[in-house]
């Protein structure tokens, strides 16, 4: 397999999935496939998510009203990640003074919480 499935592999990979819950899941835009000459392809990541939504449908019966909650949560979460990781990178990137500054100024931030 690749890092670009379709929708049959993502079927027959996951457990409990069915066409018509795919179908769901794509209907409530909590997955979106991209658009391929050979037709929809789903991701690694999208895969995860499909595997996630099965896992709290069956596992915790999870509505769909919440699994379109949980799903944005986790999709904000991500971005923070993403945005915090961005913060890091730029931190490293300065002189050693700049770093131990900022260190600082967190510590003392964390320690007046």
Do not use: W
């Amino acid at each position: 397999m690749t890092n670009a499935y379709a929708p049959e592999q993502v079927i027959k990979s996951v457990a409990s999935l069915t066409p018509e819950r795919l179908s769901h899941f794509e209907q409530l835009r909590i997955v979106t496939p991209v658009i391929t000459s050979d037709g929809p392809r789903y991701h690694t990541l999208d895969v995860r998510r499909i595997t996630l939504l099965c896992e709290l449908t069956d596992d915790f019966e999870v509505n769909e009203d919440a699994l379109v909650i949980i799903m944005s949560l986790l999709d904000q979460l991500h971005g923070a990640h993403s945005k915090l990781e961005q913060v890091v990178q730029a931190i490293d990137a300065e002189p050693s003074e700049i770093k131990l500054r900022l260190s600082q100024r967190l510590l003392d931030a964390l320690a007046a919480d």
